[in-house]
């Protein structure tokens, strides 16, 4: 328990944020690279101390490819930001679907370990980012459920919808501990209008299963809808321009008046939103000789 008041509550330190977009669009290379304070739009540096805090868990097919390439040569960063620790789970996501076992918690289990060798590294402004939720959710919906086509119902009932809930709910709470800056990347999709209003856009929602994830987003503290803007080069690099949006037109987004107030529309700069809100960075990457970075929030 922290015993505060109404004078200095804070929430955390520590960032809870989901970023979402389309699948295929960069989302991770722009994450990684605006963690490590490497992309083209940031002078003062990024969210982590040290390439070695950033750790990346990958479960999407070739969630990371290219990212060597973009880093070092697309956004010009040294050679030392490549350090940055990736734990791999793509296989451990595919074995999921070729299991013929049901209620198997193989992926589950396989999840807590990485997170428990993360939390031992744990040193400096560490960054978490998960790449992605949606992958995770569907592996461990596949996991409870089964092989497709051999059970009604899609192989889930109302007590493997509570365990897939309670996973979700776990999952969340574990990566979200004020231990490190958790990110977490999710795709949306658009959600068609109702037609009543000839003005209405669609809503986008995430790509997630049941209620539980849907309501995901309503339990961490940040949501970036990430837009690249294709075409759009940054001076004097083959880097497309890109934004972070903090007023998406989504329908599971409850971002708090703390975040629209603090933040513009569209932030270029993740380690300087970060810094806006009050949270720890760690300044690494930073393209000035004295970098000008706001010293972490203790």
Not at 93 to 119: F, G, W
Not at 253 to 278: I, S
Request: hydrophobic share 35%; proline share 4%.
């Amino acid at each position: 328990m922290k015993e505060q008041t109404g004078e200095t509550y804070q929430s955390s330190t520590l960032a809870k944020s989901m970023f979402v977009a389309e699948s295929k669009v960069g989302k991770s290379a722009a994450i990684i690279a605006n963690a490590l304070g490497v992309f083209p739009s940031q002078k003062n540096g990024g969210i982590v101390d040290s390439p070695e805090n950033l750790h990346v868990i990958t479960f999407d097919a070739n969630a990371l490819g290219g990212i060597q390439r973009f880093l070092t040569e697309t956004c010009k960063a040294p050679p030392e930001a490549l350090k940055f620790r990736v734990y791999n789970l793509q296989e451990d996501l595919r074995k999921v679907s070729t299991s013929q076992l049901e209620n198997d918690y193989t992926l589950y289990n396989t999840i807590h370990q990485a997170l428990s060798k993360i939390a031992d590294r744990v040193r400096g402004v560490p960054v978490l980012h998960i790449s992605s939720l949606t992958g995770v959710a569907a592996g461990l919906h596949r996991a409870l459920a089964g092989p497709a086509g051999k059970k009604k119902g899609g192989g889930m009932d109302q007590s493997k919808w509570t365990d897939y809930g309670m996973q979700l709910n776990e999952l969340r709470n574990w990566c979200q501990q004020d231990l490190w800056h958790c990110l977490w990347e999710a795709h949306v999709m658009r959600m068609a209008s109702n037609g009543q209003n000839k003005d209405d856009e669609p809503k986008e929602s995430l790509q997630l299963y049941g209620s539980a994830g849907q309501g995901f987003a309503f339990n961490v503290e940040q949501v970036f809808r990430l837009r690249r803007q294709f075409g759009q080069k940054f001076e004097g690099t083959n880097c497309d321009k890109v934004v972070f949006d903090t007023r998406p037109n989504m329908n599971c987004v409850a971002n708090g008046r703390g975040f629209t107030e603090a933040l513009a529309p569209q932030e270029p700069d993740l380690a300087a939103a970060f810094q806006k809100l009050g949270l720890k960075v760690g300044g690494w990457g930073a393209k000035s000789a004295k970098p000008s970075v706001v010293k972490a929030v203790k």
